[in-house]
């Protein structure tokens, strides 16, 4: 018997009237896409610079003898693994998960959990720096008559999507607290993503409260919910306004980097 994975795939290819949405941005320079010392860096190579790379495998090769008297193209990058749209993994938000095994990293992202159907809940109407509760997840389902099942893989479209790029990127759109993260993971819900530049509500706002309450529980507390159980999680994520509640599917695999916190993703939607 086919698994289903593997029938849903079949069931996809068949149909020629499918469109893929590209949910993830690009590595770039010069763009607001982290706080200041955690920007990408991309240096470009050109085809009419890098002879000295190129020759040395060959010797007695010359420039000329090159069509056109061109090597290759190459880039360096200089980034962490959290720049760009990218898939966290519980080893970023503690050492430990599910009460205290250890936490996994990037590379052991279960694939079959990164193909899946897609729910989208659309939290625009809430301010920056505003905390999603429980409450909140369970009036956006209702809202949009979805039942959550198993492995969904939920998106949140904060709205920080649609100021990519600006300044104050950073510091746009509301965060899933705890008790929201833990409503989904509680479900079986182990892939989520949010269009902002955290799952969490950004730093600048939550600042704020901790100067005022001391208390520091409100520190990544949707991040840390992943000690109690365990899941991945996708940021930056782009054209979230475009997707419906549901209905579609998200294909988010990782890149498969050794022992790391997150690894780069290229989210596509699939719709029919």
């Known amino acids: 018997m086919p698994s289903q994975a593997a029938s849903h795939t079949a069931q996809l290819l068949q149909n020629p009237r499918r469109r893929i949405l590209d949910l993830s941005i690009a590595i770039e320079n010069d763009i607001a896409s982290d706080p200041e010392p955690y920007r990408p860096e991309v240096i470009y190579h050109r085809h009419d610079g890098t002879h000295g790379q190129l020759m040395p495998f060959f010797p007695g090769l010359e420039k000329q003898d090159l069509p056109d008297g061109e090597a290759w193209a190459v880039e360096e990058l200089r980034v962490n693994t959290h720049n760009g749209t990218h898939m966290d993994a519980p080893w970023h938000y503690h050492s430990t998960m599910d009460g205290g095994e250890r936490a996994w990293t990037i590379d052991e992202a279960p694939l079959d959990w990164c193909f899946r159907p897609g729910v989208k809940l659309d939290f625009r109407a809430?301010?920056?720096g505003y905390v999603a509760t429980s409450a909140d997840v369970e009036a956006e389902l209702a809202r949009i008559g979805h039942e959550l099942q198993p492995l969904d893989i939920v998106v949140i479209n904060t709205g920080a999507g649609a100021a990519y790029g600006e300044p104050d990127y950073i510091h746009r759109g509301c965060g899933m607290g705890r008790e929201a993260t833990?409503?989904?993971?509680e479900r079986g819900v182990r892939v989520v993503g949010t269009d902002a530049w955290?799952?969490?509500?950004?730093?600048?706002?939550?600042?704020?409260?901790f100067a005022d309450s001391q208390d520091p529980s409100i520190i990544w507390e949707g991040h840390k919910a992943g000690r109690d159980i365990g899941y991945f999680q996708m940021e930056k994520l782009h054209r979230l306004d475009e997707l419906p509640g549901d209905g579609f599917e998200i294909c988010c695999f990782p890149v498969k980097i050794k022992g790391a916190s997150a690894g780069f993703t290229r989210a596509v939607a699939i719709l029919p």
């Open 198 to 209: 955290s799952w969490d509500a950004p730093f600048l706002h939550t600042a704020r409260k």
């Open 182 to 185: 833990l409503y989904l993971t």
């Open 126 to 128: 809430f301010d920056d």
